[in-house]
Every structure is written in C-alpha cells, then in structure tokens.
C-alpha cells in the first residue's frame, strides 16, 4: 500500500530535549516536505527536499533541521525544542518539485513542548 | 511570494444540500490549484485538482472552478452526505516557478446537519 509513516503520532515533551520525528515513504517519491498546522494559520511549510541530499527551508524553519540521506526517509529535527514548537506536523511526499504534483500526506504528529 | 485567502472558515449545511467553498489567490503567476480534505486524526488527501488552462473539472458530487482574471477559484460539493465533514484546504502554486510547496488556505470546516 503506498502511504506516508510518521512516527511517532504523539509525543510529550520538556523544553530544550531534542527530538526527532521521521517520516518514510514507499512510492520513490523524489519531493519530500515538512508543514506544521496550528489553529487559524492552516498548514505552513518547514522544510522541503528536492531529492537526496538536497534540502531548503519553507516558509517556517527556524528552530528545526532535516537531512535527506536516503530517498525514502525526511526526519525533521528539533535540536532545542521551545513551547512556540507545540503543534501538529505533516511530512508530505510527490513524485517531483512539488508545486504542481499531488501530494501524499502522513497522518501526522502530534507534539507537545511542555 | 504566494498569499491565499479561504471563506469561510466554518460552513454548515442540511445534509442533501449543496456547500460552497472559495478561495483566492495573490500571484498571478500560480497555474496549480488542488483541494484537500482532511478528516479526524488524518493527513489532507487531494480530492480534486484542477490547472489554469481549465475552467472547470467535475468529479461524481465534486467540482472546481476557476477564474484566472479574478483570481479565484471554488469547491463546489452537491448532495452532501454525512462523510463530507471534514476540514477542506485549497492550495496554490506555480509549475516551473521554483521548489517550493504549496501555499495553503487556512481551511473551512464543512459540518454536515442531518
């Protein structure tokens, strides 16, 4: 079946404890992205990855960090995470530049910066 | 860069009746225009797209519009049934304009009476 994984669904966590959230997808999907979703903003992009070690920021980066070293996986990376963090989080993938391509979505996580 | 602009925010309607959603968009330049439903404790999946060379596309119950002069563009859902509630995003965007994603609505939340 081919869908977006993210783990994990849920996570607690205190201020300054870094995490990371993954994100795998098995439809060789060369485009990979990362949004966050907070009431009345909508979804708002983080990161994207072009393909293999090609990343840039979206809209929202700051205080996160992804790598593409394989294909299939985007892992976003809170280093230092803060409470302004807490939210819900949307990896994404398409086939290519993903402007004009639908986009396939994991059923996110959800993250709480205590 | 890209701004979008979705009314309204919350729509409720008797369950048979028609919903209408629109959205606008700032650049004139965006040639891409897909609509996400997202349900309960899912991820956004596409339910109908639609490029600027079009004016309109139906899909069974489901139906977008566009207007490029006005720059806008809406969903139009008929008969609706219980399952219709959801969140519903639009989105734009620009093919061959660069790697960014889309620009996201900030969603209406469609409610179904029965």
């Known amino acids: 079946e081919a869908q977006v994984t993210q783990n994990p669904r849920y996570l607690i966590t205190v201020t300054g404890k870094k995490l990371t959230v993954t994100c795998s997808q098995n439809?060789?999907?060369?485009?990979m992205s990362w949004y966050r979703q907070d009431p009345g903003l909508g979804l708002r992009q983080i990161y994207y990855?072009?393909?293999?070690?090609?990343?840039d920021k979206g809209d929202v980066p700051e205080g996160y960090k992804v790598s593409r070293k394989e294909k299939r996986n985007f892992p976003l990376i809170l280093e230092s995470p803060s409470p302004n963090q807490t939210s819900l989080y949307f990896c994404?993938?398409?086939?290519?530049?993903?402007?004009?391509?639908?986009?396939?979505f994991g059923d996110g996580t959800r993250l709480s910066i205590l | 860069g890209e701004n979008v602009e979705q009314h309204p925010s919350t729509l409720s309607v008797q369950e048979g009746d028609s919903a209408v959603i629109k959205c606008t968009y700032s650049d004139s330049a965006s040639n891409y225009f897909p609509w996400y439903k997202q349900e309960l404790g899912k991820g956004p999946q596409l339910i109908i797209d639609i490029r600027s060379n079009v004016g309109e596309k139906k899909d069974q119950r489901i139906a977008v519009t566009l207007n490029k002069t006005a720059k806008h563009f809406s969903l139009h859902i008929t008969e609706t049934q219980p399952e219709d509630s959801a969140v519903y995003f639009c989105a734009a965007s620009i093919t061959g304009g660069g790697a960014d994603g889309l620009t996201f609505g900030k969603g209406t939340h469609l409610i179904i009476q029965p």
């Open positions: 439809m060789n999907h060369e485009y």
């Open positions: 994404a993938s398409s086939f290519s530049k993903g402007g004009n391509q639908p986009q396939h």
């Open positions: 990855s072009m393909n293999v070690e090609v990343t």
